[in-house]
């Protein structure tokens, strides 16, 4: 068996993230999503991604998917992508779409779809087909969270001193104290006297 393993490693190294076909499109390539702020992305514990060009006849749209650590970096990196004018969706418990484009966190994985919003059946093997699905429950900070006045789709959740100084570079990292364990979420309000930040900490105990 370990005569083999060196041949095994290049076909495993190589295998794809997202399927040969959504619905009704193919894949017409394959590549890699450019990624901005990668300490963030670090911190969110980004393990691999992949973005794919579908095309069905005249129509083409683009998928890509980002492999996350567990369930909590992948609802951090969807709160953080997740475009500003974005509505909620059904395609999952948490899912955001706009008129052409959807972003949706499964697992740990985020699945982003632009010109194209798979309908539900198109949609199933796609989260079907992913691999090693983290279904560990996601922190329940956010749901201490005001809602009222928070302006929509502003919250963001951090993990670090990188997600603190990209969000809220107010508050000093000695301040969180990360080393403990440390998580907040972060969100905009709006006041009489104009926007203003709020930060809710976690500190494990």
């Not at 076909?11 to 993230?17: D, N, Q, R, T, Y």
Request: charged fraction near 15%.
């Amino acid at each position: 068996m370990r005569f083999f393993l060196p041949l095994l490693l290049p076909v495993l190294a190589s295998a794809s993230i997202l399927p040969d076909t959504i619905g009704a499109f193919h894949r017409a390539a394959t590549g890699a999503p450019k990624l901005t702020d990668s300490a963030i992305w670090d911190e969110y514990g980004l393990k691999e991604s992949e973005s794919a060009t579908y095309s069905n006849g005249a129509a083409t749209f683009t998928a890509a998917t980002y492999r996350l650590a567990d369930s909590t970096g992948a609802m951090a990196a969807f709160d953080w992508q997740r475009p500003a004018d974005a509505k909620p969706s059904n395609a999952a418990d948490l899912a955001a779409q706009s008129s052409h484009d959807l972003i949706l966190a499964y697992g740990n994985y985020v699945l982003t779809f632009h010109g194209h919003i798979p309908s539900t059946e198109e949609l199933a093997p796609v989260l079907d087909g992913l691999a090693s699905v983290d279904g560990t429950p996601l922190p329940t900070l956010p749901g201490f969270f005001p809602s009222q006045g928070v302006i929509p789709n502003s919250q963001r959740y951090i993990l670090g001193p990188s997600s603190l100084a990209k969000f809220d570079p107010g508050i000093s990292p000695s301040v969180a104290a990360f080393h403990l364990g440390t998580e907040a979420q972060v969100g905009t309000f709006r006041s009489p006297e104009g926007s203003m930040t709020l930060a809710l900490f976690n500190y494990p105990t």
